[in-house]
């Protein structure tokens, strides 16, 4: 009862910061409404205001069961910010890899180096021996990864964050905790998102996934911490057909 409790606590704080957050970007628009507009897969006006709001009210949730987990949170929402302002469009690790040997160093480089060592710092602080910090670490930055390839329409990302969340979120300890931030921060933008008034973009799609990937590590020992990994390498290793597939879910 007290760990539901809590869970509820973080879930609901998550969930309010991230509606707070985005009303006041809305409102204030740093630096003005174009710097905040994109243009979205069906030509419409979005804003890019739920991608901080959710990266920061996920990280406040979550840095108050684990501090390391929300700057990892918070680390991975700014390399998806710089991603999204560099308006880098190629996807894929072949794609940004493939420039980096050419001596171009892509914001989508910087976005995958950046997120997998927040990943690698989030298992080294949320487990002791070495392998399971490396497995954790994989599994926390993979799911950032995994979370990304989703979004592709409306809905997709938040969704997939609400459905893989929940059944951690249900359980007790940190990581049932750390779930409730994710899945509270998801569900604040969710609606919105939905409705194509604003979108995640790679700042909140990878602080929700670093989130989503933190319960994982923080609720699960060597054997599902391995399955997990494990999943997440093969969703990036076939990243499009991922892509392919969330594009179709829905219509």
């Not at 970007?25 to 897969?41: F, I, S, V």
């Not at 890019?48 to 929402?77: F, I």
């Not at 990304?148 to 990302?157: H, I, K």
Request: glycine share 16%; with cysteine.
């Amino acid at each position: 009862m007290i760990s539901a409790t809590r869970s509820s606590r973080v879930f609901l704080l998550a969930a309010g910061l991230t509606r707070a957050g985005q009303a006041l970007l809305r409102a204030r628009a740093p630096g003005g409404r174009e710097r905040w507009e994109r243009t979205n897969h069906a030509g419409r006006t979005v804003g890019l205001y739920a991608g901080p709001a959710a990266a920061l009210g996920a990280s406040l949730a979550v840095a108050r069961v684990r501090p390391g987990a929300g700057l990892a949170v918070l680390a991975a929402g700014v390399c998806g910010a710089y991603d999204d302002v560099a308006g880098d469009h190629r996807r894929g690790f072949r794609a940004h890899l493939g420039a980096l040997r050419d001596g171009e160093v892509t914001s989508g480089a910087v976005k995958l180096f950046g997120i997998s060592a927040a990943g690698l710092a989030a298992g080294v602080l949320l487990k002791e021996h070495p392998l399971d910090r490396l497995l954790a670490g994989v599994a926390v930055a993979g799911t950032a990864h995994l979370v990304n390839l989703v979004d592709v329409r409306p809905g997709r990302a938040a969704g997939a964050v609400l459905l893989l969340g929940a059944p951690a979120a249900v359980r007790a300890g940190a990581g049932g905790q750390l779930a409730a931030g994710a899945l509270g921060a998801a569900a604040a933008v969710l609606p919105e998102d939905l409705a194509e008034r604003t979108m995640l973009g790679d700042t909140g799609a990878h602080a929700l996934g670093v989130a989503l990937g933190a319960a994982v590590a923080a609720g699960n020992r060597r054997a599902g911490l391995l399955a997990h990994a494990v999943a997440v390498v093969a969703a990036a290793r076939y990243g499009d057909r991922v892509s392919t597939w969330a594009r179709a879910v829905g219509g």
